[in-house]
């Protein structure tokens, strides 16, 4: 069964702080705010393209701090999925908020119209990080959101950056550690881009702020995803959908873009694998074997690895599927 979200954005709709990195309206695409009516409609069109069997639907509302919207505005946009929900016509809604706005009321009140999934906006398990990113919340938090949402039976989501002011790798491997002690269902990991328009922007144009390259980037977020899958913590994203507004041609000014960012960081992790199989030997050539879904990675993006490891090596590689492998194992015959 695949799951499907049908995004309903509500740019910066709940947000008492301006992030330094944030600019919703350029990052969702949206400008406009979002009504009851366009919950409707955006459902409604959706639902005439996805398939009418073996699928799990979701009502997602992104882009802003949803449970710091106006209770009665919230309830309204609710009632609105939910009555799809009701009717069976999608399977729950999700929504995206700030962990110093969740409660016991904001809870209930989610809970009674059918949200079954959650997901904070972390970003930081370090206070230093989070204040000079304008967060305007804590580490403490975190902590205390996510245990009270892990009272209710939905589905907890916590969102973790990478890159972000005075942040190190450190910090963010210790992020990451603090994220698993809480036990999110899934996680996000997203590389701070520089938007148009935001604090951020000024920073670095001032020297005060130096994004990632996009080498460290992948390198990091490898080590991220790897540390997330060895606790069995589903990564449903690394890196922000690329869009038109999210490309560097379109509001990105500096950071680690790229339209195929995850498949890069699963690209670093088929070469160290491919490496240690090959182990240093002496060859000249090697046949690679990789589970067919998995070709596209181990090859890497332009033929990445396998100009990386003839360049680095001296060996010359060929990937081939196959169906006996599952993901990430890897044969080689070498000669």
Known sequence: ???????????????????????????????????????????????????LKDRHIEAAFFGGSFTGIPFAEQSSLLATADW???KGLIDGIRVSTR?????????????????????????????TVLRNSNRGHTREDVIAAAELIRRYPFVLGLQMMTGLPSDTNEKSLYTADEIIKLSPDIVRIYPTLTIKDTFLEKMYKE???????????????????????????????????????????????????HSSFREM??????YDIITEKLNGGKYKKADVFVNPKEVSKAV????????????????????????????REVRCVCC
């Open 84 to 86: 799809y929900v009701k």
């Open 300 to 327: 890497g993006n332009k033929r990445h690895n396998i100009n990386k490891i003839k360049n680095e090596l001296g060996i010359e590689i060929k990937i081939y599927p196959d169906k006996e492998l599952n993901k």
């Open 99 to 127: 962990p110093d706005y969740i409660n016991r009321d904001i809870l209930d009140n989610l809970f009674k119209y059918d949200v079954t999934t959650i997901e904070l906006g972390v970003q930081s398990m370090d206070n």
């Open 207 to 257: 020297g005060k702020y130096t994004p990632q390259t996009l080498d460290a980037a992948v390198e990091l977020s490898k080590r991220l995803l790897l540390k997330f899958e060895e606790r069995n913590i589903k990564v449903i994203r690394v890196g922000l959908q690329s869009t038109d507004e999210i490309s560097e041609n379109g509001s990105v000014v500096a950071g680690p873009v």
């Open 265 to 270: 960081v699963e690209s670093s992790i088929y």
């Open 1 to 51: 069964m695949k799951t499907y979200n049908i995004p309903i954005f509500v740019p910066h709709r709940g947000c008492p702080f301006d992030c330094v990195f944030c600019n919703q309206k350029r990052i969702t695409g949206m400008q406009t705010e979002v009504t009851a009516d366009d919950v409707r409609y955006t459902i409604e069109n959706h639902l005439e393209t996805l398939p």
